[in-house]
């Protein structure tokens, strides 16, 4: 569905964000995007969703160059921005209707799809916004965006799914709900997230972004988050002392050593 060839982002600063990365998103298939802070994780969703371009190599969609040319195509523009979708970190910077109800019913709107309707009930209910419908989205907690968000992205029952960290805001229940949702979907989903123990729920393949925006690691996941070196490598794990308190006769004691860890957490924390 999607293929990686070569592709380098570079900033206007001359800074390489990006660098040589090449792999490819089989239809259907599952892979979670792992990398800490500064890695390139949503330039790189960014770049699958055609909001940028490589500054060299290339991005294929379904064997087709996808480029901000071929998206000024209108026919293949509306075919690949309803199949492909991005779900942003921040759920603010995709809300913008008046109220709940409109803002899942926007993409829909523009298919020819006899069950929108059914659709935007569907995920409202699914998500937990059936009461908030008619309140404007800036009313609603950060969860509860996030879930608007990613209510107004299933709807369109796409091939794609780029999630940037979508249980960063959730409840339990939601995040729950979004986990089997992945695991059952017919779609395609590439999810980056910090949260190595949610991980292992996701998907059996990874990605793993190194600090300079290089591809440290392709492959599956279970190695991967056993893989020290790697983890130590992709600053998703490091190495700090430890104290532990030991009573003895002559008093308390403290013993100091050293371990790897690994860390689960969000990037809003």
């Known amino acids: 569905m999607i293929e990686v060839v070569a592709a380098r982002v570079i900033l206007p600063n001359g800074r390489t964000l990006l660098d040589d990365l090449s792999f490819r998103l089989a239809a259907g298939e599952k892979v979670v995007l792992l990398g800490a802070n500064g890695s390139g994780k949503s330039t790189l969703l960014k770049l699958l969703n055609g909001l ?49 109800a409109d803002e899942i019913a926007y993409g829909v709107r523009h298919l020819a799809a006899s069950d929108r309707e059914a659709r935007v009930k569907r995920y409202a209910a699914e998500l937990g916004l059936g ?4 309140l404007p989205p800036f009313e609603l907690s950060g969860g509860e965006k996030q879930k608007l968000a990613l209510a107004a992205l299933l709807v369109l029952e796409p091939d794609c799914l780029l999630l940037d960290e979508p249980t960063a805001h959730l409840d339990p229940r939601a995040m729950a709900w979004l986990v089997d949702w992945l695991l059952d979907a017919p779609q395609a989903a590439l999810i980056s997230t910090h949260n190595l123990s949610l991980a292992r ?16 690691y392709d492959g ?10 790697l983890m130590v490598a992709a600053n998703l794990a490091h190495r700090h002392r430890h104290r532990h308190r030991y009573r003895l006769a002559g008093g308390d ?17």
């Open 253 to 269: 004691q403290a013993l100091f050593h050293s371990h790897f860890h690994t860390h689960d957490w969000d990037a809003t924390e």
């Open 52 to 100: 940028i371009d490589a500054d060299s190599g290339e991005v294929r969609w379904q064997g087709q160059p996808l480029s901000r040319r071929r998206l000024r195509e209108r026919e293949f523009a509306h075919a690949f921005r309803s199949r492909n979708v991005l779900l942003f970190q921040h759920p603010e910077a995709m809300l913008f209707n008046a109220t709940v």
């Open 131 to 134: 009461d908030f419908m008619s």
């Open 220 to 229: 599956p996941l279970a190695d991967a988050v056993k893989d020290i070196d």
């Open 201 to 216: 729920e996701l998907a059996n393949r990874c990605l793993v972004l190194g600090p300079t925006g290089c591809l440290l």
